[in-house]
């Protein structure tokens, strides 16, 4: 470890928003210290939430392609079996050498990293305890807080690590279980259920709300769900986890809907009903950093709190708790303290949930657009149409096009396909620098291609629109 301790930049965290800023500080010319307190680099993403996940996604995947899908392309495979131990090692492999990486980019980019736990001391000093080196402190022109956030604990369903398990633990089970309750219809709970709904179990959602994927696009939201039924997946919508029993053999949830209980018997509960900053210990009154009464860091718009010389992102400030919107955020701060003019547009936010087919999302829903009575245009096309999504045998699905009714301009993109994630990106460069439906119906797509749907359907939201006349 490097004996220095004083600093152009402290980072606290290693995670997606973290390491992204101290690779940049360090390419701007900075010394930067980055200070984690996980054996491994790369936050809660990639050890414990999109990395494994994803790594778990493609595996479920490919063997519930092998058991149900292959048969339709003409190949034959016998009654294939799960080595869940192979794939666990798998998925810990694909982190080893994503986190690896990490470690050589911050080594590239001259960053001292130190492995404990950080505590702001004041505005410009952060004192950091490990078991190893027990404590030091780090003298800073600046101190960006980049710890990320923790899932939220329901009383009555606190977390035993066992029966009630966070996203983490449901990322490790050594067994399918046979009978699975989620709590929570968000992204984290839709893709866990899938996994294991894949894998055998039997997997109960159950979510307050009467819909499921709150956020997406509406039209969209209740096509997944009708997908997601049809993959063998229950839901319980408008339903309350009101209670939770774990017995020697079972647990016992106890959900309300409607005025009326009952009690549902499985053999492990998932509680996914969301994330909150992870401040804790962080001594952010020392600094003079004030929280709202979400617990979030309240910023402006260059990233900076109430402190002087103290800089917070990511899942910290609320907003989409999103590795990308971290990660911009952390370019953007350590270049705002370098001088230069950053910015993060939040209307060019990428979303993403890794069902199958995988859903997508960029920009305005129509829901949104109704509520500001924003005069627009909708562009919807079948996955049936698109040549490619036929010759894979998957056509269930859409992409759908809101366009301003007025200029043409794009203001939201919506996206069920098994590459949603990827069709997605031209989305996102189409609303980031303000491109319209004829913009995108006019730009030669490749044949046979998924994008292909998108242009697709921006024709036909151009078709409404008055500048096309």
């Given at each position: 470890?490097?004996?220095?301790?004083?600093?152009?930049v402290?980072?606290?965290?290693?995670?997606?928003?973290?390491?992204?800023?101290a690779?940049?500080?360090?390419?701007?010319?900075m010394?930067?210290?980055?200070?984690d307190?996980?054996?491994?680099?790369?936050?809660?993403?990639?050890?414990?939430?999109?990395?494994p996940?994803?790594?778990?996604?493609?595996?479920s995947?490919?063997?519930?392609?092998?058991?149900?899908?292959?048969?339709?392309?003409?190949?034959?495979?016998?009654?294939?079996?799960?080595?869940?131990?192979?794939?666990?090692?798998?998925?810990?492999?694909?982190?080893?050498?994503?986190?690896?990486?990490?470690?050589?980019?911050?080594?590239?980019?001259?960053?001292?990293?130190?492995?404990?736990?950080?505590?702001l001391?004041?505005?410009?000093?952060?004192?950091v305890?490990?078991?190893?080196?027990?404590?030091?402190?780090?003298?800073?022109?600046?101190?960006l807080?980049?710890?990320?956030?923790?899932?939220?604990?329901?009383?009555?369903?606190?977390f035993?690590?066992?029966?009630?398990?966070?996203?983490?633990?449901?990322?490790?089970?050594?067994?399918?279980?046979?009978r699975?309750?989620?709590?929570?219809?968000?992204?984290?709970?839709?893709?866990?259920?899938?996994?294991?709904?894949?894998?055998?179990?039997?997997v109960?959602?159950?979510?307050?709300?009467?819909?499921?994927?709150?956020?997406?696009?509406g039209?969209?939201?209740r096509r997944?769900?009708?997908?997601?039924?049809?993959?063998g997946?229950?839901?319980?919508?408008?339903?309350?986890?009101?209670?939770?029993?774990?017995?020697k053999q079972?647990?016992r949830?106890?959900?309300?809907?409607?005025?009326?209980?009952?009690?549902?018997?499985?053999?492990?509960?998932?509680?996914?009903?969301?994330?909150?900053?992870?401040?804790?210990?962080?001594?952010?009154?020392?600094?003079?950093?004030?929280?709202?009464?979400?617990?979030f860091?309240?910023v402006?718009?260059?990233?900076?709190p109430?402190?002087?010389?103290?800089?917070?992102?990511?899942?910290?400030?609320?907003?989409?708790?999103?590795?990308?919107?971290?990660?911009?955020?952390?370019?953007?701060?350590?270049?705002i303290?370098?001088?230069?003019?950053?910015?993060?547009?939040?209307?060019?936010?990428?979303?993403?949930?890794?069902?199958?087919?995988?859903?997508?999302?960029?920009?305005?829903?129509?829901?949104?657009?109704?509520?500001?009575?924003?005069?627009?245009?909708?562009?919807?096309?079948?996955?049936?149409?698109?040549?490619?999504?036929?010759?894979?045998?998957?056509?269930?699905?859409?992409?759908?096009v809101?366009?301003?009714?007025?200029?043409?301009?794009?203001?939201?993109v919506?996206i069920?396909?098994p590459?949603?994630?990827?069709?997605?990106?031209?989305?996102?460069?189409?609303?980031?620098?303000?491109?319209?439906?004829e913009?995108?119906?006019?730009?030669?797509?490749?044949?046979?291609?998924?994008?292909?749907?998108?242009q697709?359907?921006?024709?036909?939201?151009?078709?409404?629109?008055?500048?096309?006349?």
């Amino acid at each position: 470890m490097a004996e220095q301790s004083r600093y152009d930049v402290v980072i606290i965290g290693a995670g997606p928003g973290g390491y992204v800023a101290a690779a940049r500080a360090g390419q701007l010319g900075m010394t930067v210290a980055c200070v984690d307190k996980f054996e491994r680099l790369g936050g809660v993403c990639l050890n414990y939430g999109c990395i494994p996940s994803k790594a778990l996604l493609d595996s479920s995947e490919y063997f519930d392609l092998a058991k149900n899908a292959f048969k339709e392309h003409g190949i034959k495979i016998d009654a294939p079996e799960i080595d869940l131990a192979a794939m666990m090692k798998r998925k810990d492999e694909v982190v080893r050498a994503l986190t690896d990486n990490v470690a050589k980019l911050l080594e590239a980019n001259k960053v001292d990293v130190f492995g404990g736990t950080a505590r702001l001391k004041s505005n410009t000093e952060v004192e950091v305890r490990s078991d190893d080196d027990g404590s030091r402190t780090l003298t800073a022109e600046n101190i960006l807080l980049a710890t990320g956030s923790r899932p939220v604990q329901l009383k009555g369903m606190e977390f035993d690590g066992n029966r009630i398990v966070t996203s983490t633990k449901a990322l490790t089970f050594d067994k399918v279980p046979k009978r699975l309750v989620i709590v929570g219809g968000g992204y984290i709970g839709l893709e866990l259920g899938s996994v294991w709904a894949r894998l055998g179990s039997k997997v109960t959602i159950v979510e307050m709300l009467d819909r499921i994927a709150g956020g997406v696009d509406g039209q969209i939201g209740r096509r997944v769900l009708r997908i997601l039924k049809n993959q063998g997946i229950e839901f319980r919508l408008k339903t309350k986890a009101v209670g939770i029993d774990p017995k020697k053999q079972t647990v016992r949830v106890t959900l309300e809907s409607g005025g009326k209980q009952e009690a549902v018997s499985c053999d492990k509960v998932l509680v996914a009903v969301g994330r909150q900053p992870l401040t804790e210990g962080l001594g952010l009154e020392n600094a003079g950093v004030e929280v709202d009464g979400n617990g979030f860091v309240t910023v402006d718009e260059s990233y900076r709190p109430s402190a002087e010389n103290v800089y917070a992102i990511g899942d910290l400030i609320g907003g989409a708790m999103l590795a990308h919107k971290a990660s911009a955020e952390g370019r953007a701060a350590v270049e705002i303290m370098a001088g230069h003019h950053a910015e993060v547009n939040y209307d060019a936010v990428p979303m993403v949930i890794y069902t199958f087919p995988e859903v997508a999302a960029v920009g305005m829903t129509e829901e949104q657009l109704k509520k500001r009575k924003i005069p627009y245009c909708t562009g919807t096309f079948p996955m049936t149409g698109v040549a490619r999504a036929r010759c894979m045998g998957e056509t269930e699905g859409m992409v759908k096009v809101l366009s301003h009714r007025k200029t043409d301009r794009v203001l939201g993109v919506h996206i069920i396909a098994p590459r949603a994630s990827d069709m997605i990106a031209e989305a996102v460069l189409a609303i980031e620098f303000g491109a319209s439906s004829e913009d995108i119906g006019r730009i030669m797509h490749g044949h046979p291609t998924f994008a292909e749907g998108f242009q697709e359907a921006a024709l036909v939201a151009q078709e409404c629109s008055i500048y096309s006349g």
